[in-house]
């Protein structure tokens, strides 16, 4: 069975009304990247990166999926299929499909600040509030992986990309890395699939084809194409 590998970024959920970062009214233009989603953030004002995230929980909370992410889950006739998705929201997981890879956290659970293999699901009222401690006493922070931190995710997701015959990058702007790096461990000859109304530059693919439009119409398109 051939293998499909898809990297997915925020674009793929902007139609199911989750904000993008990086596009005109995105994340980034309220608020300080650096002080809500990094490590100095989080130790400099916690309530402020909690506030950030708890109203990002509420948001997604409320979302579904939309054509883009169901398209993905009709690969998986075919093709053996791996998301790996910067997203935290769980619209690939609802859309059903099978095997993903968060590479930069998940909005539903917390963790420990002191040990990372203590993981919890948030459950209602979905908020983490100062005072919410791991059983070693320490403060509940979001899953998510920041500026300035390790990607752990990231080996198993190198992985995936060195086997794939087919390649989907969807709604990012492949600006944050290591995630951005990604496309550079696909085997030479496969083709890749760029979906974003803004195709992102990429350089050195032989096969590339570009759909340029939003994931809801270009997101079918490809698996059309890929499914005859
Ligand atoms: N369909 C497809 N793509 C879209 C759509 C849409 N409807 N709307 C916008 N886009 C595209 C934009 O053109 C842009 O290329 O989605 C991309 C969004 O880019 P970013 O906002 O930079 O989001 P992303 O690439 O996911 O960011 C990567 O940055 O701060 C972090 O950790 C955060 O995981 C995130 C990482």
Redesign the pocket.
């Known amino acids: 069975m051939k293998k499909i590998v898809v990297l997915?970024?925020?674009?793929?959920s902007?139609?199911s009304g989750l904000?993008?970062?990086?596009?005109s009214g995105?994340?980034?233009e309220g608020y300080d990247?650096m002080q809500v989603?990094s490590i100095q953030g989080w130790r400099e004002n916690p309530e402020l990166v909690l506030k950030f995230y708890n109203e990002r929980r509420a948001a997604a909370l409320n979302a579904k999926p939309?054509a883009?992410h169901l398209a993905l889950k009709k690969l998986e006739e075919k093709f053996k299929v791996i998301v790996i998705t910067?997203?935290?929201d769980e619209l690939h997981e609802q859309a059903g499909s099978s095997n993903i890879i968060h590479?930069?956290g998940e909005i539903n659970k917390a963790r420990s600040s002191v040990d990372e293999n203590f993981i919890v699901e948030l459950k209602k009222p979905w908020q983490i509030k100062i005072g919410d401690k791991c059983p070693k006493g320490s403060q509940l922070r979001p899953h998510?992986?920041?500026?300035g931190e390790q990607v752990p995710m990231m080996e198993t997701a190198m992985n995936e990309c060195l086997t794939a015959d087919i390649f989907m990058v969807?709604?990012?702007?492949?600006?944050?890395y290591p995630?951005?790096s990604l496309i550079n461990y696909i085997p030479r000859f496969s083709t890749v699939y760029l979906?974003?109304?803004?195709?992102?530059p990429v350089e050195g693919i032989k096969n590339l084809r570009k759909i340029p439009?939003?994931?809801?119409?270009?997101?079918p398109i490809a698996v059309k194409e890929i499914m005859k």
């Open positions: 997915t970024g925020a674009g793929i902007a139609e904000k993008t970062f990086r596009d995105g994340l980034w990247v989603a939309n883009g910067q997203n935290v590479l930069h998510i992986v920041w500026f969807v709604g990012t702007s492949l600006v944050v995630a951005a979906i974003d109304p803004n195709i992102p439009e939003k994931a809801s119409v270009g997101v």
